[in-house]
């Protein structure tokens, strides 16, 4: 299996611009999480999926971070519109079932400038 | 709520010495504990995890933990520190009441020397 996939993996933009942000959840998998990795805060849950419904997205920022899970293999975290705050790594990872391990992707690593 | 604590920002060994990074935690119903490593720009990779049954649980790369209910820890260790096992290390914690999402600790920096 390839793992979970995230894209882009890097990316710089300028304060004020929409981001989008991607994942491929591992096939098979019905949980899909996003959580967000800063210096400050360390690794936050932003939200997570159960069956492409959203569960529990109590850790979203602001009404800038939208987050969306069309179908079970694709999602998307989208910040509109960026700060330099927002600066960071996003993890999208997934998982099958409760008590699972849980797997992550390599991360997107996002510089609002 | 649940909570993981990690209370050393860094641990410094010298290969070939034995390790331990500190983790604790609460939760209202029964843990859910998890070990995993970030090495420099990359991911996290799972290392191990205690969901029920033996309190001692060993996982990849030689590491080992320990649940400990009274004392509400879960202590990664191994035996023979790798400059190479030099990395992020981080617990969490998933309350098996409470959701399927990982809280996770604030990380521990393991340093290890030749």
């Known amino acids: 299996d390839a793992g979970v996939i995230q894209s882009p993996r890097h990316e710089v933009t300028e304060m004020g611009q929409e981001v989008t942000l991607r994942c491929k959840p591992i096939?098979?998998?019905?949980?899909l999480f996003w959580y967000r990795q800063t210096m400050m805060r360390g690794l936050e849950l932003l939200i997570y999926?159960?069956?492409?419904?959203?569960?529990?997205d109590s850790g979203m920022p602001e009404d800038r971070f939208s987050a969306k899970m069309p179908n079970a293999s694709f999602s998307t975290l989208k910040i509109q519109p960026s700060e330099p705050r927002d600066s960071a790594v996003y993890f999208c990872?997934?998982?099958f079932g409760s008590g699972n391990t849980i797997y992550f992707g390599e991360g997107s690593w996002l510089t609002v400038v | 709520a649940q909570s993981v604590a990690q209370p050393e920002d860094q641990v410094n060994v010298a290969e070939g010495n034995p390790l331990t990074v500190k983790c604790t935690y609460s939760?209202?119903?029964?843990?859910?504990l998890f070990w995993y490593v970030q090495y420099p720009n990359r991911g996290l990779q799972f290392l191990l995890k205690?969901?029920?049954?033996?309190?001692l649980v060993k996982g990849s790369y030689g590491f080992e933990a320990e649940f400990n209910k009274s004392q509400t820890s879960f202590h990664l260790k191994k035996p023979s520190a790798l400059v190479s096992d030099s990395a992020l290390y981080f617990c969490?914690?998933?309350?098996?009441?409470?959701?399927?999402?990982?809280?996770f600790g604030k990380g521990t920096t393991l340093s290890v020397s030749s």
């Open positions: 096939s098979g998998h019905d949980y």
């Open positions: 969490a914690v998933r309350d098996n009441q409470a959701g399927t999402a990982l809280i």
């Open positions: 990872a997934s998982t």
């Open positions: 939760v209202s119903g029964n843990p859910y």
């Open positions: 205690y969901i029920t049954g033996d309190n």
């Open positions: 999926f159960n069956n492409n419904v959203p569960i529990d």
